[in-house]
Every structure is written in C-alpha cells, then in structure tokens.
C-alpha cells in the first residue's frame, strides 16, 4: 500500500526558512516524478511544485518560484521542500505525492509563517 510520510513543518517568521520531508514507500520511487502541494486554509489543494524520475528537472507554480528547491533521494525514497524567504501566504498543510497521485494521501505537515 502506498504511504506518504510528510515532516519538517512548523511556525517560522515572515522572511525565514523550512526543509520539508517526504518519505514514500509502497511504490518503485524510481518511477514516479514527485511533487509538492499546499493546501491553505479555506483553499483547494494546489501544486507548488514537481521533480521528474532522476531529479534533473523541476517545475515550480508562479507563487514559489524563486524561493523554494525540490529535490529527491531514490536510494532513501525520500523527497524535499527547501523553503526560503517565507511569506504569510505560505501558511497551510504541504502534501507530497507522485504523479499520477495515488491514494491515500498522506497526512500532510502543517507550516505556518508569522508576520
């Protein structure tokens, strides 16, 4: 069964940093781009941000771009969120999941950034 292990979450100031964490098991990592969601609070879930199978390239919504790094580990199963220059906007539950997503998702980590 596929599971999604987000972590790293927290409260920060307006203008700081978070390394989000993302362990994935059940599936062959490998094979699967990766990508990062925010849900903010009362908002539907958006990307943010992919990462393609080997980590060579990546993509990133208009919002974050320029502000935060996605990466990957295949040989730990694990993906990241590098977060800098934070803003209120920020604020809400990150989710993980390949692409095409699967279920369930995972319990999401709540970030939230103070002014």
């Known amino acids: 069964q596929v599971q999604l292990v987000e972590s790293g979450g927290g409260l920060v100031q307006a203008g700081g940093s978070l390394r989000l964490s993302c362990a994935a098991s059940?599936?062959?990592?490998?094979?699967?781009?990766m990508r990062w969601y925010l849900q903010a609070p009362g908002k539907e879930r958006e990307w943010l941000a992919t990462?393609?199978?080997?980590?060579?390239?990546?993509a990133y919504a208009d919002s974050v771009k320029g502000r935060v790094t996605i990466s990957r580990d295949n040989d730990k199963n694990m993906v990241y969120l590098q977060m800098d220059n934070l803003k209120p906007e920020d604020t809400g539950v990150y989710y993980c999941?390949?692409?095409?997503?699967?279920?369930?998702w995972g319990q999401g980590t709540q970030v939230t950034v103070s002014t």
């Open positions: 999941n390949r692409f095409p997503p699967a279920q369930p």
């Open positions: 059940g599936f062959t990592f490998s094979d699967f781009a």
């Open positions: 990462i393609t199978r080997p980590g060579t390239s990546s």
